[in-house]
């Protein structure tokens, strides 16, 4: 399975809104609502943000938020602020009880 | 609290094994699907293998199967990865995490620190 296709970087200045998508195919994205989003800090281990496409976990902030459209997902983060800053990953459900990963986005907050 | 806590990594010579356990704490293997992520120097994450809850079905990643093999023991509520015939691009850091259900969702919502495995040539 190929990993998902993010694009390497995205930026913001705080208080903007920043969107990552990710792409993948009918196999994985598109064929399933078990797209997730993860955010990793240097150093530090991934933490759920996002799960089935659009669902936030408990003490999550509402800033994060999560859609998809065909074989798109995309995960935005609205009112940046400084602790934003990060990497992100999209993951995703790809059949025969299968996961695959993203490539990954670093976000700068400017 | 819901943990978990890796073990077992080092430094292996190419060709050789290593045994990587994940300690639940907080909730039961047997109830969630359980997976090992891995993270290579300055890569991102890449999905390894899988077992699920009250069922056990495994899956692997190609670049794994035949080599890896993940199990789990309820009574002792640790998860293992068996690795053998390592290679250098096995390098990496290896991730416990837990799904949200019993079936694979790929919904990892606790995650080790991480154990890291080297594999020397």
């Known amino acids: 399975q190929s990993a998902l296709t993010q694009p390497p970087s995205a930026s913001g200045s705080p208080g903007q809104s920043v969107t990552i998508s990710c792409t993948g195919t009918?196999?994985?994205?598109?064929?399933?609502?078990?797209v997730s989003w993860y955010q990793q800090h240097p150093g530090k281990a991934p933490k759920l943000m996002i799960y089935e496409v659009t669902k936030r976990p408990s003490g999550v902030p509402d800033r994060f938020s999560g859609s998809k459209s065909g074989n798109t997902a995309s995960l935005t983060v609205s009112g940046l602020q400084a602790e934003d800053e990060a990497d992100y990953y999209c993951?995703?459900?790809?059949?025969?009880?299968?996961?695959?990963f993203g490539t990954g986005t670093k976000v700068t907050v400017l | 609290e819901v943990q978990v806590l890796e073990s077992g990594g080092g430094l292996v010579q190419f060709g050789g094994s290593l045994r990587l356990s994940c300690a639940a704490s907080g909730f039961t293997v047997y109830s969630n699907a359980m997976s090992w992520v891995r993270q290579a120097p300055g890569k991102g994450l890449e999905w390894v293998a899988t077992i699920s809850g009250s069922g056990s079905r495994t899956n692997y990643a190609d670049f794994v199967k035949g080599r890896f093999s993940i199990s789990r023991v309820n009574s002792e509520n640790t998860m293992s990865l068996q690795m053998n015939s390592l290679r250098a691009e096995d390098t990496a850091m290896y991730y416990c995490?837990?799904?949200?259900?019993?079936?694979?969702?790929?919904?990892?919502?606790?995650w080790g620190q991480g154990t890291l495995v080297t594999v020397s040539s």
């Open positions: 009918s196999s994985d994205v598109g064929g399933y609502n078990y």
């Open positions: 995490a837990k799904d949200m259900g019993d079936s694979p969702a790929y919904n990892f919502d606790c």
């Open positions: 993951s995703s459900y790809a059949g025969n009880n299968k996961g695959v």
